[in-house]
């Protein structure tokens, strides 16, 4: 859970994977693959991933833009949909749904990159109020964040990735995981983007 967890809906195999394999390469962790709008539901409830790409045209009895809005009601993680459809009535459905991105396959690596790299910052920066003070936060929770947990959780919450954190912390991303492990335990938090929330929300 220490890494950014995405939730990948794509109904053709081949396509996933390749998404999939995008994502390991730039330093993205998985949190499933659907291949129907059932299974994503699924796996939205289970595995409580921190964004989503969604294609719009998939199995099952809903679509894409019916999962962002499923997505909007009750999940409140952003997500990007990436499909081959850019006509201008589904564009406009899409619209409705406030994505924090669309990508059109074919796509490479590096716009899968800089498209859940804006989406995360977007949503990072909608849900930022002023960060708690530390010793606010410690006395809401059973155990206490050490100062550093602190450093690191306020470039967590700007929406930076383990890399990110890791160059303005000068520290290992090995040392970053750990430290975000924590603080997900500590805060009781599934994934990283329900951190965000819980620190907006804390007064």
Do not use: W
Not at 7 to 29: F, G, H, M, Q, R
Not at 55 to 68: A, P, R, T, V
């Amino acid at each position: 859970m220490t890494e950014i967890r995405v939730l990948i809906v794509e109904d053709e195999p081949l396509i996933a994977d390749d998404i999939a394999n995008s994502l390991n390469t730039i330093d993205y962790k998985v949190a499933g693959i659907a291949y129907s709008s059932e299974k994503a539901l699924e796996l939205l409830y289970a595995r409580k991933p921190d964004i989503a790409l969604l294609d719009i045209n998939i199995k099952g009895s809903l679509s894409g833009i019916d999962l962002g809005h499923i997505i909007n009601e009750k999940y409140q993680i952003p997500f990007v949909f990436l499909t081959s459809f850019s006509d201008k009535t589904t564009v406009d459905e899409a619209k409705k749904t406030m994505p924090y991105g669309y990508v059109l396959k074919p796509f490479s690596a590096m716009e899968l990159y800089t498209s859940l790299e804006m989406a995360l910052y977007r949503f990072a920066n909608e849900n930022k109020g002023e960060l708690p003070l530390l010793d606010h936060i410690n006395q809401h929770i059973p155990s206490s964040l050490t100062s550093k947990e602190y450093e690191v959780l306020q470039d967590l919450c700007q929406g930076y990735n383990n890399k990110q954190i890791s160059e303005r912390q000068f520290i290992s991303v090995n040392t970053v995981k750990t430290h975000v492990r924590q603080i997900l335990t500590k805060l009781d938090a599934p994934n990283r983007t329900s951190v965000m929330h819980r620190m907006s929300k804390m007064k």
